[in-house]
Structures are given as C-alpha cells and as structure tokens.
C-alpha cells in the first residue's frame, strides 16, 4: 500500500464547503479558542464530560462512553473514502502545511501518505452521549446545534446547574484531532427519549486560512462535512438527515443507538502535550481517573455514568475503586452528620455557612443562599493523595478545584474536605437560595472552570459586593476548617497557625468559641522568632468568659516541603507573668495551666537548641496554640 490518499468522496449527499476568504477578508492563523484554556487529557476529559452534563435530560442518568477505535488497511481507506480526504480535506491540510502554519498536519499526512509504510494507521476517538438533548435546533438560531457547528467563544447555556459560560470547553475536541476536524452525529429529543428527531450528521473542520483550487482561491478557515443549502443570503452548511445520516455514520464509525443524544469522532485523536503516543491502557486508565477525579458528585448522586472502550475491553468509572477520591465521597456522603467535632478517623462534621449574594446589575433582587462545608479526618489506610484538600463544586456536580489546606491541618489531624454549594449542599430538592448560589459561582468561573474568583462575568452580572462576597467565603471556609480540625477538647478551643517562610512571621490575633459555638471563649496571639539557634514563641491567652480553669497547649512543628507536618520541635522552657499559672511539659508540647482566678497572661517560650545559626538553613515551623477552658455545668 503506497498511499491512503485514493478516490475520496464523501458520504452521499455530503461535501465538504468551506467559505470563500475574498479580497481583504481576515484572515484566521486557526482556532482562536484553543488558547483559552489548557489541552491535556485530564482538560479533555473535564471539558467533554461537563458539555454531556450540562444537556442531560431531568431525572435520567447521563451515560457517556469513550471508545477508541484504531484504523489500519482497508477499514482505514473506507474511512478516509467516507470522510472525504482525497479531494476535500487532504489538499486543503497540504496547503496549509505550505504556508508554514501546519506543523501538527505535516506528521500526519507524512504517516498516512508514507510509501515505505505498509500499514499506516489512524486512531479514532467516539464520544457518545445517551439520554442527552441532541443537537436541537438549526443554523440560523440560538441553539446548542448551532453553538457547537457553527458558533466560537459562544455558550447558550442558560440554567443554573449549566457548568460552562464560554463556550471555549469544546475547542478541546478540534485540538485533540490531528486534523482538527470533528464529525457529530446526533438523535435530537423528540417527544420521548426513546423516539428522537431524526437523525443528523455534520462535520467540522478548524483551519487556518489557506488557498485551494484553480486560481488559488482563499478559504476562510471553518469548514463543514455537510450539504451546502442555497438561502437568500447565500450557501450555508445544513445537515445529513435521516437514512442517508445515519448509512454515513456507520462509515465513519460513529453510529450510534436510537436514543437522543450526540455522537462525537474525533478524527486522528492525539494528545497535543505528549510526544509520543500512549497505549490504549493506558489512555483508558487516565480518562476513569479523570472522570471519577472531577465528576465524582454527578456519578454519586447518579446523574452520570462513565465507561471507557478499546479493543481490549471496557471500563467502567466506579466509585468505589478510587482509593484517591473515596474520602471525599463519604464526607459528602456523611455532610450532615449528627456531630460537633472530630473525633476518630473517619469521623465527619460539618456546617452551613450563608454567602451574601449582591444584587443583579439589572437591579433585580437577589436571595442570599448558604454552602455547605463539611471534613472528614483521614485514617491509616485513607490515600494521602490529596489529604488536607478541599473538593470545591455546585449544582453541576463538577469539582471545580481541589483547594490546597495543609497549612490549616492541626498536628497529626489530617482531613479531607468537601464545600458543597448551589443544588449540591441539600440533601433535598434545592431552594431559591441553592439557586442562586448556583447562578453566582457559575459566573464566577473563568473558561477553564477550574477557580470560583472575580471575573468579567460576575462584573456583568451583579453589582458591587462580588468579590467581597467570595473573599468572605474562602476566609470562612478556612476559619471552618481550622474548628473542625482543632482537636476535640472540653469548653473552648482553638489554634493560631501562622507561618514563616524560613523566617519567622509575627501571628496575629484570634477569637475562639465554646465548643457549642454559642460564645467566644478566648482570645489567642502569639509570633515567634529565630533566635541564638532556638525558636522563640511569645504571646498571650485571654479568658473571655467565666471559668473555673483553662489550659492552653503551645507547641511548634517543622513543615516538609509539601507543607505538611514533619516532626516536633521540643520546648525546653516556658514561662508566664502569672503566678497562678503552672506549666507541664511532655515530648511534644508544654502547657499553661490556669486557676480559676486567672486572667490575661503573657508567656514566652524558648525550644532546644537546633545546632543552627542561620534563620535561612531552618526551614518552615509552624506554631500551634490550643487552649481550652473549664465553665460551670448550667444543667
């Protein structure tokens, strides 16, 4: 086989049309969207999943399939014949590559086109969505059919739950195709699941500008695998329809069951950020740890399900194999446990906390709604993969972001951690609070729907407040955490955690309540100092209500370099400006002990020595201040 570049028509009734450049009409270098956020595989597959998310059907689970299908001999010449490469897609690639704009096509026209390869092959990746709305609507309107074949940096998502506000997600499917080309087939919802529109299919092309033909024509750079539909404003891409749909689908295998929902091929399927080309194993493995890994909220509720296909089998996204993520299913699972603190591993408690939402720019009013935060202290067996994190997600049941918290972890009291927000924090049906959380958060992600901070859309949407709104949330999802972190003691308990970067930084005050939350117990401050070789800890412990006692523990602890806890640093001596205050020492801490008479107090603290002048050679120590406080039973 010398060539697969032979006859090559396309499907009947199908071609592939291109928009004529013209005298000083722009130009375009390729697909401007690709750009806007990052193209890995676990990019990929956040972006496809979500897109399936956002148009599933009320009250059914949407099933998503990966399947990888490798082409090589006689079944790859049929697909090219039915693609239309020869004389529609192949020339085109070639004139752009002569134009110096097409490095990622020049590879794969020398590997298809390669004489001395005998068997040249191709990879092909399906994406097929079920229960799903299709690809409704039509060219000329505000549609998810006309978003997807016809629209750039465009969404029409519009619900609450919707995850995506861009429309940038998809460009990942024309990204990850050596030809940048993509073919949808879809079964759009009819008046049931089981009995959709009639079928369509379309494909996509995303070029540069380039020249092709007799006289050396411009082409603009979007093409469509279509039938080119005469209208009084001109030709205009209109879909394969119904018998003839679907015979071409099976070509390009991407044919799907008569149920609604779309069909995506992504031809030539590659990862741009790889050099060399993985295993199909090892791409299945990689696409159920990201599906599971970011969408863990949608699958547990069931909303979604996820399997994966190749040749040597299929995989299935389950829940319950990851290790990695099965501590912060049984937080969210556990999120309204009957507990007030943490105890023992595996223990979950967690609260509500409300986010002040500022009205709308139009001025309409909005309702303040609440998010749920909730951890769950880390056990011997629990992975530490991503111990001391928060999963970040809402209505979308996508997790936005793992957020980093080792520096909040208490000594040896590891967690992982859940904030919940919009539909996510009920256990019931939503309220209009939920709703709007969701609304806000949603405007709150940038294109790569990885962070909930200010953007442009929440500057369009509400009025001033906005970014203090999400300031004040953050600041109370890690007060939240150190409460529930801090080890479970008797009355009032708290911590300071304040930490230097290899030199030490003086700590700033804080408030802590009775265990019961009702009243604030103490006031808490403290820094410390290197100095002469030792750590030096000064501060002060403030009694805030009426006690019979109080006991505060001071202690410090080194960090490695992933910011958790490493070891102790011993205190060789504590003192007080209170003669009615003892301390105790034990192999990890020292503590004040306090009659019922005793007020503020000052101490100051000084540990071994460490064999260490220089500040610079220390590394980062964390102070830790816990104090607890005795009350008269009112019962």
Known sequence: MSSVNEEVVAGAGAEWFFFHGGPGAPRYGGDPTKHAVDHDTET???????????????????????????????????????LGWGEGLHPRLQSVVESGRGDQYAEL??????????????????VEDRNTTGLTGGWGEDSNYAALVRDELYSNKRGENAGGSYGVGKSVL??????????????PIGDTIEHPQTTRL????????HTFGDGDQDYQGAGWLCVPEETETGVRPSSVRGREARALAERLHVDRPRVSGTSVL??????????????????????????????????????????????SGTTRADLGEAETIRPFVECYADRYADNEELEAPGDVAGYDFPIEIPRRT???????????????????????????????????????????QRRVAFGDRNFHAVLAAGSARAEGAPDLGDREVDRFLRFAEPPTHDEWHSTENLREQYKYGFRSALERMFDDVREGLRNLVSRPLHGGTGRIDRLGDKFPVHGEGRRMRLGNGSEEAFSLDASTRFDDGRWVVDGTVEPLVEHTGWRSEVSLVTLGEDGRADRRVELESLSTDSDSV??????????????????????????????IDDADLVGETRLELEATIAVEDES
């Open 44 to 82: 990929f597959v956040r972006e496809v999943l979500q897109n399936a998310n956002d148009q599933g059907i009320d009250d059914e689970t949407v099933e998503v399939t990966f399947r990888f299908v490798d082409l090589e001999g006689d079944a790859l010449k049929e697909f090219l014949k039915a």
């Open 109 to 126: 026209l020398e590997r298809l086109d390669d004489p001395e390869d005998e068997e040249p092959s191709l990879r092909l990746l399906v």
């Open 174 to 187: 024309w990204t990850f195709s050596g030809a940048s080309t993509v073919v949808f087939n879809s079964n």
């Open 202 to 209: 379309i494909g996509r092309a995303k070029l540069p500008t």
């Open 266 to 311: 992504i031809a030539g399927f590659r990862d741009p950020t790889r050099d060399a080309e993985p295993t199909l194993e090892t791409l299945s493995d990689e696409f159920v740890e990201a599906a599971i890994k970011y969408f863990w909220p949608a699958m547990y509720r069931g909303d979604l399900r996820v399997t994966v296909e190749t040749s």
């Open 362 to 404: 139009d001025g309409s009013p909005t309702s303040d709604g609440s998010v749920r935060l909730a951890a769950r202290l880390t056990g011997p067996t629990d992975d530490e993969t991503l111990v001391n994190h928060v999963a970040l997600f809402r209505g979308s049941g996508m997790v936005v972001k793992y957020l980093d």
């Open 582 to 611: 003892d301390t105790e020492f034990t192999d990890e801490s020292a503590a004040l002990v306090a009659s019922e008479s005793t007020g503020v107090v000052t101490f100051e603290g000084r540990s071994v020595s460490l064999g």
